[in-house]
Structure formats: structure tokens, C-alpha cells
């Protein structure tokens, strides 16, 4: 197919038609608002089902349950809509259900404001709701991979029967980029009659499925929960990707860097290198499962004298690189988030203050 | 001839958890004969709410989704809209419905979801141990109203289906009860019309039944009958408050 020009927000929307997402819920928040106004026009073209909530902690519940009956369904919101979601997040994780959600993160806490951040790197690595549960959460650095995580997140959430979140930003929603769509993500999970509540009809059983994540005995619920450890375990080995630049010189400096905020990590280190620097970036494409190995990898590699964490937010990311360093070097860290995104120049300020 | 009073194939044979005369096995058994009336089990799913109907599915042959405490009307709105062929019901109790999940429920009312909601008035948070509800009467006690519910502080009682029955969009809204044999029969025929409504595609469809928590009400299963009786229902008045036919 051919490349066409496409604002991030449009895209997603888009991304989910083609991988076969016939149904979208959502309530309206900027800056990511555009994801509804394309899909109430074009899911009625694809015989698809749109609805508008009345909150975003409904919304969350309505994905549950038409996930709960093993449909295909999506929802994309901003920041503080997420956190209204968070709850049903933890529901549809326990009672292990595919869904897709979409943060096109703002500026937090509260209200904060609706420039791009990256503030909401903690709620959802480490859990926004309540209990053990993760998500798969992926994070584009532009309009095209913006495309393929959405299509990817259907496959993946299905595969693991959990929700999975795209972590994108006020800037990657709405810029325009050229992009273009895979087609081969269509393919759904076999396996939905063996627990969605399609129907017993539907899937010609008497055989009834319950949808549920309330386990009063105390080892059924710590059973229920070793299930889910041992899929996340599954996706921290299968399941990790990132992205390396410049890495095959000899850098003195790596930069661990996500999303918007690595594409102007990618220009600074372009620059850097006209002045002989040579500093490297590892780009975790996936956020959880995060990419540790790798970066021990990167940051212990002979000339590399420190690492640093640079991130749209006060320092969330920095504590899992910390983690992935394992102290083998010292790991700084530089992060903005009020909304304006840090400069090239800036960045190459601090980079060369670490030299 | 046949067994004049049988189980419904919709229930299953398990032992109750619900307590010596609660009413919320007699619910229990009027939405399954009205599913095996219509022949629907096999595409009927059921939401539990948070609240001691729970575990609802371990009763009910039937396909289940167990929701957060309130959210039951967003689920089955989820399910609804992405598998109309399915015949979808709630069941909540006034805690569940009335409380947390105001917004939940009004606004799938007013959306004119066609699904049906049992809603399982005993005035009374029964799961967690008889705390007030929105629906507990004026002077009624419950554990955080220990002097009696004080309408001064707390306002009065909500009145779910007169609420409903307001809403412009159409939809069958009707209030039943089940503490005498002619109310339970008339509560049947509710239902059953509740969910024939929604066989038919024609409209969202809400029973709100006058039940009882002789647990938490501190009350003999008898004298639990005998006080709705004469306290909820002057009350909560019987009677339909909007059916579809009407506009
Ligand atoms: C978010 C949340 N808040 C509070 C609770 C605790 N809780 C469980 S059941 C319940 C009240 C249920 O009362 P009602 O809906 O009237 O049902 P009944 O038990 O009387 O049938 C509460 C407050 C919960 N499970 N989840
Ligand atoms: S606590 Fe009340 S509502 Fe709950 S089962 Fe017992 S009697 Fe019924
Ligand atoms: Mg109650």
C-alpha cells in the first residue's frame, strides 16, 4: 500500500480498523480527541460500533465487557481519563481479557496541562490499579510505529489475554506523518470459546464461561496470580524490543530515551557527532517488558563512561534503567515535562557535561 | 403428568450461600424460569454486581461476567453493542446500583441500552454487614446510622424507578416485589416482560424489586416480610413507572 499523510491521532484509529477492531469506546480528552471524531465516521463505513461513554470509568467497563465476549475492542484516552480506567485496567488484567488501550499522555498531575509528557511512564509500567497485574505497554516514536504497535497490540493481547497499552504522547497524537498500514494482523486467537462469554449457543457448548476476577479462596487467588506472573514472565523473554543508535562507535555516553523524547535525543547525537562526540542511544520500544539486558549490554561496553535517563517527566524511567545498570555505571538523569520538549541544543548541553 | 414445581434448568444445583429467608433466591429462581420460558439460555449472559449476589453465577447455568461494584450497566452495554444477538441482564443490589454506580446505570438508561436490569432493593448494604444504603429508610438503622438513618445529613431514599421512569427515552421501568405470593407472581410477569423487550430489540428494561436482609435488618425471615411490607412499600410505591407503549 501506499504511503499516505496522516495526523497520529487519525492513524490509530485507522491502525485498529485494519487490525480488525471493529469496536471503539471512548470519552472525549485532549489531546487525543481526533482518535473519535475519525472513528465515528469511519467504524459505521465497517459496520463497526462506536460509543461515546459518559466517563472514562465506564468507558473502561464497556471494553471489559465486550473483551469479555472476545471481541476485538479498543479505547484511547489522555492522562487523567486513564486514570478513571485504571480500575476496570486491574478487572480485565485478573479476569485475563484481551483489550487495547491508548494513552496519549499530557502534562500531570491533575489537570496538568495538554502539551506532550511522559508522566505516566510509572501508572502504566508498574500498575495504575490496583493488585500484581502488568501491561504490555509499547511506545511509538512516531505516526508510522504508532501504527504498527496498535495493529501489533490486538496479536499481543490476545496471545496473553491481557490488556495492552500503547504509551504515545500529546505530540506523536497530533503530528502529521507519512505511514503505512501492514495487512497481515487481521488473524484472531482460536481459543476465545474456551473462556469469552460469546454465548453457549455461539460456540455450539453447554458448557457455560464465567468472566470473573473475584477468588475468595486464598489459593485459588494466589494460583489465579501465579497465572499472570508466568505470563509476564513469558513477556519479558519474548516479548522485549528497543532500538539501538549509533551504537556500533565507540560512545562515551549512552542515552536511554523513549518515544518523542528520543527523537530529539537522535538529532543531538547527529549533531554531536559532526564535533567528533560519539554518544549512543538504546530506544525501549517496550516499556514493560523493559529492555535490561540490552542496556547492561550498552552501558557496559568499554568506552562508555555513564548512562543517562532522559525523559519528559521528573524521572520515572530512570529507576528501571538504574535497575538494568546494576551499578555497573553511574546513571544520570535530565527530564522536562511541563510541556515544552526539551531542545537538541539543551540536551547536547547536558550530554556534554557528563564528558 | 408432569412435576408441577420443578428447578429451572437455568439453575443450577449448588447449596445457597444467601441466608435463611433472604429474597434474593426467590429473584434468582424468577429470572431463570423466565430464561427457560423464552429459550435463551444459550445466548444469555449475566453480570453479577459487587454485593452479595456476587456469586450469582454459581447458580445460574449460565454464561457470566462478574463486574466491579456499580459498573455491571457499562459491561452490558459493552457486551450489547459488540453482540446484539445476545440477551444480556444485570443484577444488582441498591448499594451496587443506587450508590457507586448512579452514573453507570442512568446513563445506559438514557442511552436506551437494550439490555434488562434486575435492581434488588433491600434497603441495605447486605454484603458488607448492613451499612446504610441510598435506599434505607428515614430512621431505619444500619451500622453507619447506628441512631437510625438521619435524612438531614443524608437526605431521603432514592426512589430508582420513579428516577428512571423520568428519563425521556423510552424503556419499560416497573417496580415489583416478592414478600407475598401475589407479588412474586407479579414480579414474574415483570421480568418476563423486561426480558421480552429485549428479545424483541425494542428497548432497555429495569426491574427494581422490593426485597429483604432479615440478616442485617436484625429481623426474623417472617417479621423481615411483615416490615417492607409496611415500611417500603408506602414508600417504594408497586406499580410501573414507564413502558415503551406509552409514546
Ligand atoms: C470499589 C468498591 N468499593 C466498596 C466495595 C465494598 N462493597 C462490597 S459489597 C458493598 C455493598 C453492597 O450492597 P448492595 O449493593 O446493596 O448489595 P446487597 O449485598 O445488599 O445485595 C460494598 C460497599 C467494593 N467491593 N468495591
Ligand atoms: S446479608 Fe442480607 S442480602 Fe445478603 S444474603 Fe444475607 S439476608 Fe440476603
Ligand atoms: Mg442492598
Known amino acids: 500500500m501506499a504511503k499516505v499523510l496522516m495526523k497520529g491521532n487519525e492513524a490509530i484509529g485507522e491502525a485498529a480498523i485494519r487490525a480488525g477492531c471493529k469496536n471503539y469506546f471512548a470519552y472525549p480528552i485532549t489531546p487525543q480527541s481526533e482518535v473519535a471524531e475519525y472513528l465515528v465516521k469511519r467504524l459505521p463505513e465497517e459496520g463497526g460500533v462506536f460509543v461515546q461513554g459518559e466517563s472514562e470509568v465506564a468507558v473502561g467497563y464497556m471494553i471489559f465487557g465486550a473483551a469479555g465476549c472476545g471481541e476485538r475492542v479498543m479505547t484511547t484516552s489522555s492522562s487523567p481519563g486513564v486514570s478513571l480506567m485504571s480500575e476496570a485496567i486491574s478487572y480485565?488484567?485478573?479476569?485475563?481479557?484481551?483489550?487495547?488501550?491508548?494513552?496519549i499522555v499530557r502534562g500531570g498531575p491533575g489537570l496538568g496541562g495538554i502539551l506532550p509528557s511522559q508522566g505516566d511512564y510509572f501508572q502504566a509500567t508498574k500498575g495504575g490499579g490496583h493488585g500484581d497485574y502488568r501491561l504490555l505497554v509499547m511506545a511509538p516514536d512516531g505516526v508510522q510505529e504508532a501504527v504498527e504497535m496498535t495493529m501489533k497490540a490486538f496479536t499481543l493481547a490476545e496471545k496473553y489475554r491481557n490488556p495492552v497499552m500503547i504509551l504515545g504522547d500529546g505530540l506523536i497524537g497530533q503530528m502529521m506523518e507519512p505511514c503505512e498500514f501492514p495487512d497481515d494482523l487481521k488473524t484472531e486467537a482460536t481459543n476465545k470459546d474456551d473462556w469469552a462469554t460469546n454465548g453457549m449457543d455461539y460456540r455450539k457448548s453447554d458448557k457455560r464461561n464465567l468472566v470473573k476476577s473475584l477468588f475468595l479462596d486464598p489459593t485459588e487467588l494466589n494460583n489465579n496470580n501465579l497465572i499472570l506472573k508466568a505470563k509476564y514472565d513469558k513477556?519479558?523473554?519474548?516479548?522485549?524490543?528497543?532500538?539501538?543508535?549509533?551504537?556500533?562507535?565507540?560512545?562515551?555516553?549512552?542515552?536511554?530515551?523513549?518515544?518523542?523524547?528520543?527523537?530529539?535525543?537522535?538529532?543531538?547525537?547527529?549533531?554531536?557527532?559532526?564535533?567528533?562526540?560519539e554518544v549512543a542511544m538504546l530506544r525501549p520500544q517496550t516499556l514493560f517488558p523493559f529492555p535490561e539486558e540490552a542496556i547492561y549490554n550498552a552501558a557496559t561496553?568499554?568506552?562508555?563512561?555513564?548512562?543517562?535517563?532522559?525523559?519528559?517527566?521528573?524521572?520515572?524511567?530512570?529507576?528501571?534503567?538504574?535497575?538494568?545498570?546494576?551499578?555497573?555505571?553511574?546513571?544520570?538523569?535530565?527530564?522536562?515535562?511541563?510541556?515544552?520538549?526539551?531542545?537538541?541544543?539543551?540536551?547536547?548541553?547536558?550530554?556534554?557535561?557528563?564528558? | 403428568m408432569g412435576k408441577a414445581f420443578s428447578r429451572p434448568e437455568s439453575l443450577s444445583q449448588t447449596m445457597t450461600h444467601y441466608c435463611p429467608g433472604c429474597t434474593h433466591g426467590i429473584v434468582h429462581r424468577l429470572v431463570a424460569e423466565t430464561i427457560d420460558e423464552l429459550g435463551i439460555a444459550g445466548r444469555t449472559?449475566?453480570?453479577?454486581?459487587?454485593?452479595?449476589?456476587?456469586?450469582?453465577?454459581?447458580?445460574?447455568?449460565?454464561?457470566?461476567?462478574?463486574?466491579?461494584?456499580?459498573?455491571a450497566p457499562a459491561m452490558a452495554t459493552g457486551i450489547k453493542r459488540v453482540r446484539p444477538d445476545l440477551i444480556v441482564f444485570t443484577y444488582q443490589g441498591d448499594g451496587d446500583l443506587a450508590s457507586i454506580g448512579m452514573g453507570e446505570i442512568i446513563h445506559a438508561a438514557n442511552r436506551g441500552e437494550k439490555f434488562t436490569t434486575i435492581f434488588?432493593?433491600?434497603?441495605?448494604?447486605?454484603?458488607?454487614?448492613?451499612?446504610?444504603?441510598?435506599?434505607?429508610?428515614?430512621?431505619?438503622?444500619?451500622?453507619?446510622?447506628?441512631?437510625?438513618?438521619?435524612?438531614?445529613?443524608?437526605?431521603?431514599?432514592?426512589?430508582?424507578?420513579?428516577?428512571?421512569?423520568?428519563?425521556?427515552?423510552?424503556?419499560?421501568?416497573?417496580?415489583?416485589?416478592?414478600?407475598?405470593?401475589?407479588?412474586?407472581?407479579?414480579?414474574?410477569?415483570?421480568?418476563?416482560?423486561?426480558?421480552?423487550?429485549?428479545v424483541e430489540g425494542r428497548c432497555f428494561s429495569f426491574v427494581e424489586v422490593v426485597s429483604t436482609c432479615p440478616t442485617n435488618w436484625g429481623l426474623t425471615p417472617l417479621d423481615s416480610l411483615k416490615w417492607a411490607q409496611d415500611n417500603l412499600i408506602p414508600y417504594y410505591e408497586l406499580g410501573d413507572y414507564k413502558t415503551p407503549d406509552e409514546d
Open chain 2, 45 to 71: 449472559v449475566g453480570i453479577a454486581p459487587v454485593g452479595c449476589a456476587v456469586l450469582a453465577y454459581n447458580y445460574f447455568n449460565l454464561d457470566f461476567q462478574e463486574a466491579a461494584h456499580g459498573r
Open chain 1, 235 to 277: 513477556m519479558r523473554k519474548e516479548e522485549v524490543r528497543y532500538e539501538e543508535y549509533n551504537t556500533q562507535t565507540d560512545y562515551q555516553v549512552l542515552i536511554v530515551s523513549y518515544g518523542t523524547m528520543s527523537r530529539v535525543c537522535r538529532t543531538s547525537i547527529d549533531l554531536l557527532k559532526k564535533d567528533g562526540i
Open chain 1, 301 to 355: 561496553k568499554e568506552n562508555c563512561k555513564s548512562v543517562i535517563s532522559i525523559e519528559m517527566s521528573m524521572g520515572q524511567m530512570v529507576e528501571d534503567v538504574e535497575r538494568s545498570v546494576k551499578g555497573q555505571r553511574e546513571v544520570e538523569f535530565y527530564g522536562e515535562c511541563g510541556g515544552d520538549i526539551p531542545s537538541p541544543e539543551k540536551i547536547i548541553e547536558i550530554i556534554k557535561g557528563l564528558l
Open chain 1, 92 to 103: 480485565i488484567a485478573a479476569a485475563q481479557c484481551p483489550a487495547v488501550f491508548v494513552n
Open chain 2, 120 to 198: 434488588i432493593n433491600n434497603a441495605i448494604y447486605g454484603m458488607t454487614g448492613g451499612q446504610m444504603a441510598p435506599t434505607t429508610m428515614p430512621g431505619q438503622r444500619a451500622t453507619t446510622a447506628p441512631t437510625g438513618r438521619d435524612t438531614d445529613a443524608t437526605g431521603m431514599p432514592i426512589r430508582m424507578a420513579n428516577l428512571l421512569g423520568e428519563l425521556v427515552t423510552p424503556a419499560y421501568v416497573t417496580r415489583q416485589a416478592v414478600l407475598k405470593p401475589q407479588q412474586i407472581n407479579k414480579a414474574k410477569k415483570a421480568i418476563k416482560k423486561a426480558f421480552e423487550y429485549q
